[in-house]
């Protein structure tokens, strides 16, 4: 889906939505109930935004503060979160020279391996379609347990839980909790502290619980799922994949070899397919003689035929097949002599060959003097296109599958796993699903503890900075010299927060 429609369905979604809420309003039959039902659950429906607000989770938030060893567990929060701040402001200040220096007026060509750690997110453009789910599940289970430790912290230290709610704005969940102001103020210094880093702490511990997850996933799949460390599973295929079909790779099929590189794990599949897109396409040895006698123009060499007319815009297209070739054919090409030629040969019987990129490479590894071999090179029209085999495991027997076209279409539209499943029921894709899931709750959560933390005005930063003033300058001396460090230091995070996100947009724009 291109990103210009996914915006349309988002628009499209949200413009049906109001419009039956507004029908359901209006409605002369059930409208006022409707309404009733929606004020009493505390239900609030704005353009592009929907949120709950419930105070019935304040019991289980008192219940949990109640607990004597939670003082430990909150200081241990402010202590890394104050550390946080400091690694948060670093590690922004980086990425913002990252950003700057891999600009469009400073660089022609943008370092593909970029040191940034921190970017903006815009499904569609740099997030793929598909792993909308993940993220929005993702980002919701980390808001609200980060909004659960401020609450949790606030009854702990006497602060008054109003309520509690979660939100959906266009496609970003999120939650938040409300807490009586009076009771905050009149807090101390250290019990503020407690409260304002308890929701980033809370994100630290879920980034290590998912980081724990993630290295024992195998272990802990194992019962269910084997993981044969050779070759990766085809968990999920694309409907436009140009594999998709009887003839192509089917699911479950265990995915060995992509051309001569083999594929043990998830991490080399990917590293096969770069080098396949990177490498130049290779050949297959035959002799001169095969080639008249396997070219589908009645022994003769085929002829190039050109398809367009020669432009510097556009070089021609060739073809040495003709419209009436058989599907099992190839436009080949081979230097004979000084001389270049085209044939239209078989491709599964090339494959079976030894592969060459030059005629020296053949008459190098062949003994005999009498008998001279050619090299034989795809000819597929462009440079980025590859006639590649993909060797596969199915069922009992090994199979080979031939693909033309973009390596990097195989990672695009096909997504595989390492484990396979101990018992046939058991779906192919759980692993996979969980695996991908703990990969975003690690970053979501990761990134909004990082980004939250950052002296930056509207973010639990900015309480816990001005709380950390505080505690420094007790009693409550200093006012003025304290009022001028906090709006220096807040306007400096705000600055530099606002600046990450605006180059993010511009580098992201310019690629």
Sequence with gaps: MLPTTFVAVVLAGWACFHLMHNFALTNSWFGPAFGQVIQRNNIFISPFKVSWFTQRWNRYFARIGRCWKLNSWFDAGVLMSMVAMVSSVALLCHNLFSSFRDLPFFTKRPSPETTQVLTVIVPGINLPISDIGYLVVAVMVSGILHEAGHAVAATREGVHVNGFGVFLFILYPGAYVDLNTDDISRASPQK????????????????????????????????????????????????????????????????????????TSIPSWFQCINRTQNLPQSGSCIEEESIRNLNFFNGTLAKLHSLQENSAASPPLHDCCGENSPPTHLCYRYINGDQENFACLPGRDMMLRVDCHSNHDCNGIKAARDRRDLCVVPHLGDQVSRFIRIVVHRGPGRHHVLYIGQPNDLARFITVSEYVPRIRHLPLRLPAILLRFMQYLFSMSGALALINIVPCYALDGQWAFMAFLDYIYTPRGNTHRKEKICNVVLTSGTILIAANVLLGFIRMASR
Aim: charged share 10%; proline share 4%; hydrophobic share 45%.
């Design 192 to 263: 503020q502290l407690r409260i304002y880093c308890a929701g980033v702490w809370h994100n630290f511990i879920i980034c290590l619980l998912a980081c724990a997850i993630i290295l024992s996933l195998p272990y802990m799949l194992l019962p269910f799922y084997a993981n044969y460390r050779n070759g990766v599973v085809v968990t999920y295929q694309n409907e436009n994949s140009p594999l998709y079909g009887s003839k192509g790779l089917h699911l479950g099929d265990r995915i060995v070899k992509i051309g001569h590189c083999d594929v």
